[in-house]
Each structure stands twice: as C-alpha cells, then as structure tokens.
C-alpha cells in the first residue's frame, strides 16, 4: 500500500454528524449551551470518529467537518474582506425523487482579501493531538480558492475595492498562500482543496449560466487552475495536496453532470497536485477516457462507491471498474474512495453512520485485494 497521500483506500473528508453533535449545536445556537460546552461535545464525536476511522483500516483520517456547518463557506466567509451578503442563492439539486432547492447567503467582496486568523487551526491542531502516535495521517479539507469566485462571479466583487480585477486574483492568491504556509507550520502534511467548479464547467448547462453571467466560460477553468497553482506555489516541503471535484452533494442529490472531458487535458497536466479526487459512482460522472491526459507522478482516487445511498457496492464491480480505469492510466497510479463526502453540509446525506463506516470499511478491503497491504 501506498505511505504517502493520497492513500489507496481514502475518503474524502466529511462524514454524517451524529446526533448527539446535531442536538448540541442547535442548544448553542439558542442559547441553551455555551460555546465551551459545546465545543467539549465536538471534541467528543470526533474522538468518537476518528476511532472509527482507524478501526475501518484507513491510513488517514479527518474530524468529519463536524465542527462546520457546510464544508465551504465556514471557511470562505473567515477569509478577511469576505462577508455574507443580503441576496439569497438558491441551488436546484437533483435526485430520482426530484429536485430540492438550497438557500444560502451569496457572499460579497467589499475589502481587500486578506488572511486574518490561520483559518481551521484549532480544529487540526485538535486533529493533529488526537493522532499523534497512531501511525494515521492527519488530514485537513478546505474550499479552493476558485469557490470564492465561482459561488458569485464578478457581480460579487466591489468594483470600488478592486477596480482592477487582476488585483482580486492576486490578493486572493496570496491569503490561500499564506493559509498554506501557516498550516505547514503546524505540521499540517495532507492538504485538500475541494473544488467543484472545476467539475461543474463540464456540464454545457453550468457554462451557459457563466457565459450569461459575463465570465470567460470557454476558458474559466484555466484561470481557476492558474490561481490553485498560486496558492500551492510555496507549499511546505513534505506536504501533500489533492483536490476534490464533485458535482454537488446535498442531501444525496446533485447539481451538475457530465464527464471530465472538457477540462481533463490542462487540469491534469498543469495543476501542481499529487492527486485527484474524482467523482465515478455513476453514468452522471462520464466515462475514464479522460484519465489519459493523467501524467506519471500524479494519482486519481476513484470515487467509485457512492455516498448517496446506503447499499453497498459488491467488491466484484469496484474491481472491475478499477480494471477498466486502469486502461487509460497505470494502476500504480489509481487508489479507491467514496464518491464525495457524507455530509458535505450539517444535513447529511441519504445513509446510516452504520452504512457510512461499511463503505469505508469496504474500500479498504477492496484496496487491499487489489494492491496488497
């Protein structure tokens, strides 16, 4: 198996709060618990998850988001000269029962982008802690950089605060960067950017709604992947950095479809990452041909079991649909996942915590047939 990131049973990061944590945060937010309580019922499920984790087999694990509410915009909106907006942004997601709406506050660009805070360290120092001595790889999940701009686009940027756009790019660049830096610093070695922009300008539907909008939509993908290379550009020796693209994960529906087609030559080769995660779990996703543009050196995690539901996959399919990935790009080169996250929002999605650490557990063994322990 493999001893660096990403791991070749991996997931992706969140996983369902239990509810027990549920029932806590709605007390804080009423009033009814402060936030020492509260966070001692976090520290809590987390142990709780971490155990779980480790008893799966993984090789690495998270704190399941559990201290977020979703798992970007806590992080989007602590960036300085972030805030929320009045306008609300509806999302319509898609499931076989039909479609559900997401509301959320837009967010506005009204000073310059700045790091204020190392976003997240409290919770991965906490992380960090509670592994050391367990031979797991702490790992951190945190929006990239694109999601600032593709939640809102132009609209979104004061013209007054950057009159030149390029000025926006720039400084943003440069609080990613710097949020890097620090989590180097705390000894942060597993760093994932999840993106679903760069899954979403796949789908011609989510590039008309660009184009309408007045972005580049034939090209946005270059500038998203330009601005991630900016911010990764003077990571910490030592650390590793994958990126997560899905087509949306809310309440075990989605938003976008489409294969990788579109974006697969100049993400692949130009996004100075150690690997992809990627989206597989159904036709939704396309097909691997695009997996051919991926060059030596870099992994695809496949996300070929879903976290939308509670069935689980037979081992007979993961491996044949490895052995068919493996036609564009050398098996060496693949390790296996859940599709997203479990709880890429306090709702969670459609599945038991039982089912949940079954999938986990299953990745596991499937790695371990196919590439030994």
Not at 141 to 163: L, W
Not at 180 to 193: A, D, I, K, N, P
Not at 223 to 238: F, V
Not at 314 to 322: A, G, N, P
Request: charged share 30%; glycine share 8%.
């Amino acid at each position: 198996m493999r001893q660096t990131p990403p791991f070749r049973a991996d997931h992706v990061g969140s996983l369902l709060r239990p509810p027990e944590l549920l029932a806590a945060r709605a007390d804080a937010a009423a009033g009814r618990i402060d936030r020492a309580r509260l966070r001692e019922i976090e520290d809590a499920a987390i142990r709780e998850a971490i155990a779980l984790q480790r008893e799966a087999g993984l090789q690495s694990a998270t704190d399941g988001e559990f201290r977020r509410t979703s798992w970007h915009m806590d992080f989007i909106y602590s960036l300085g000269g972030i805030s929320p907006a009045e306008e609300q942004i509806k999302v319509t997601f898609h499931n076989a029962e039909g479609d559900i709406e997401f509301t959320t506050a837009a967010l506005q660009v009204h000073d310059k982008v700045r790091l204020e805070e190392t976003i997240f360290a409290d919770a991965f120092t906490f992380l960090r802690d509670e592994l050391a001595g367990t031979g797991m790889t702490p790992k951190l999940t945190i929006p990239s950089p694109n999601m600032v701009h593709y939640r809102g686009g132009p609209a979104a940027i004061d013209p007054k605060v950057y009159p030149d756009i390029e000025e926006f790019w720039a400084d943003l660049s440069a609080a990613y960067a710097e949020q890097v830096r620090r989590l180097g610093e705390l000894g942060c070695r597993y760093l994932q950017f999840d993106d679903t922009s760069l899954a979403y300008l796949n789908d011609p539907a989510q590039r008309r709604m660009i184009a309408e909008r007045g972005d580049d939509a034939e090209h946005l993908h270059l500038r998203y992947i330009k601005q991630l290379n900016e911010a990764l550009a003077a990571r910490p020796e030592g650390m590793a950095v994958t990126t997560h693209m899905c087509r949306g994960n809310f309440r075990s529906s989605w938003t976008a479809e489409g294969g990788y087609d579109f974006v697969a030559e100049a993400l692949f080769n130009e996004l100075n990452v150690d690997g992809f995660f990627l989206e597989y779990d159904d036709e939704r996703s396309g097909g691997f041909e695009p997996l051919r543009f991926v060059p030596k050196g870099k992994c695809v995690v496949l996300g070929l079991v879903t976290t939308k539901r509670g069935e689980l996959e037979s081992k007979d399919h993961l491996k044949r649909r490895i052995e068919e990935a493996s036609r564009y790009v050398p098996i060496e080169q693949i390790c296996l996942s859940p599709q997203c996250g479990f709880s890429s929002t306090v709702e969670g999605n459609a599945l038991t915590r039982e089912e949940q650490f079954a999938k986990l557990r299953l990745i596991v063994e499937v790695a371990e047939e196919v590439w030994g322990s």
